[in-house]
């Protein structure tokens, strides 16, 4: 038996695996200002939240749908900054660096002078 093979599939849904816990389930998107219900501990982002849970006729967690009509918005949605702290190192890690490496910003100056030097010449020609 060759079990050498590991279908590489596998990495990616460990990959995918830390993404869920992190997404909000009314944007869908990253959370951002992560905000818990207190009492389901339930996390979304604080605008989608209070946006839910102003709503007229809702007053419920979007998510396992616990009553909350007995409190305000206040009462049971608290910062959450664990979960901020986790997205903010999860953002720092998932940002592309803002400046390329070295060797392509030196092959793309490269061949942009070839093609200034090419044009010039043709320029040259017409007049
Ligand atoms: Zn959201
Ligand atoms: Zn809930």
Not at 17 to 44: D, Q, R, S, V
Not at 62 to 70: A, E, G, T, V, Y
Request: aromatic letters at 4%; proline letters at 9%.
């Amino acid at each position: 038996m060759d079990n050498s093979s590991l279908p590489k599939s596998q990495v990616r849904i460990l990959k995918a695996h830390l993404i869920p816990p992190l997404t909000c389930p009314l944007c869908n998107g990253i959370f951002k200002e992560a905000t818990t219900i207190n009492e389901c501990m339930h996390t979304f982002c604080k605008d989608c939240i209070y946006q839910k849970s102003q709503a007229k006729g809702i007053a419920c967690c979007p998510k396992c749908n616990k009553d909350l009509s007995h409190l305000s918005p206040e009462d049971y949605l608290r910062p959450d900054e664990r979960w901020r702290n986790i997205v903010k190192l999860y953002n720092e890690g998932q940002t592309p660096q803002a400046t390329p490496p070295p060797s392509i910003a030196a092959t793309t100056s490269k061949s942009t002078a070839k093609q200034l030097k090419k044009n010039k010449n043709k320029g040259q020609k017409t007049g």
